[in-house]
């Protein structure tokens, strides 16, 4: 089975502190993805990452970055965290080959940020 | 820019019976994949089924399964059977088809509560 892990379930944090968000998937899936997720609004991306140190910028970018060093890790950072920010995070990967099963998208199991 | 909307926020079934959640998307591509997601309160976003827009075939998975109907872009999820662990918010999402067009658009997302 696929696994996609997320550092944390829950983090608080204040306005103005650096925040690291760490994804790790152990399928050797090509594609890695950050979602934020809030009420009423769906999941909307922020960024993605095709390969190694590629990087594209998703719907909602501002006030976001990303790393991907090794192909199983996937970092969101939050260079000054702001309340805006406070939301549901989920990462996510997916696979190239496989089939029927291309494409499909495992995700985590969030973590959400609270900035205060 | 493709969208997806999903006008039912919430619905609520009896346990036992079946529902149908819809979803309807606009693109001006001929080929696409289209998913739909559970999401179980405090629980991790899985996979539900999944549906390649040149099958004409609708896609089923045990008690799921889809009405997919190409010319009106619309791609509903019928539960059968009603589960009390089916409650859950279901995403709707739609995938472009190309090399690097791996990004998934969700629709906001339609809350399912089954009823004892």
């Known amino acids: 089975d696929v696994k996609v892990t997320q550092s944390s379930r829950y983090l608080v944090k204040r306005t103005g502190e650096k925040v690291f968000l760490e994804c790790v998937q152990d399928m050797d899936h090509e594609n890695m993805f950050w979602y934020r997720q809030d009420p009423g609004l769906g999941l909307r991306l922020i960024y993605f990452?095709?390969?190694?140190?590629?990087?594209e910028k998703g719907d909602i970018p501002e006030g976001y970055s990303v790393s991907r060093e090794k192909k199983e890790r996937f970092s969101l950072i939050l260079e000054s965290a702001s309340t805006n920010q406070t939301s549901m995070y989920l990462c996510?990967?997916?696979?190239?080959?496989?089939?029927?099963?291309?494409?499909?998208?495992?995700f985590g199991p969030g973590t959400r940020l609270t900035v205060t | 820019a493709q969208t997806v909307t999903q006008s039912q926020p919430e619905m609520s079934v009896q346990e036992a019976e079946t529902v149908t959640l819809s979803c309807t998307y606009d693109?001006?591509?001929?080929?696409?994949?289209l998913f739909w997601y559970k999401q179980p309160p405090s629980r991790q976003m899985i996979l539900v089924i999944r549906q390649e827009a040149y099958k004409q075939q609708n896609a089923t998975e045990n008690r799921f399964s889809v009405n997919f109907q190409k010319a009106a872009k619309s791609f509903s999820l019928k539960i059968s059977d009603s589960q009390l662990g089916d409650t859950a918010m279901y995403f709707c999402?739609?995938?472009?088809?190309?090399?690097?067009?791996?990004?998934?658009?969700f629709g906001k997302g339609t809350k399912l509560s089954v009823i004892p």
């Open positions: 990452s095709y390969d190694v140190k590629m990087k």
């Open positions: 996510a990967s997916s696979g190239t080959s496989g089939g029927s099963r291309a494409y499909e998208q495992y």
């Open positions: 999402a739609f995938m472009p088809p190309g090399a690097g067009s791996y990004q998934l658009t």
């Open positions: 693109t001006s591509e001929s080929n696409y994949y």
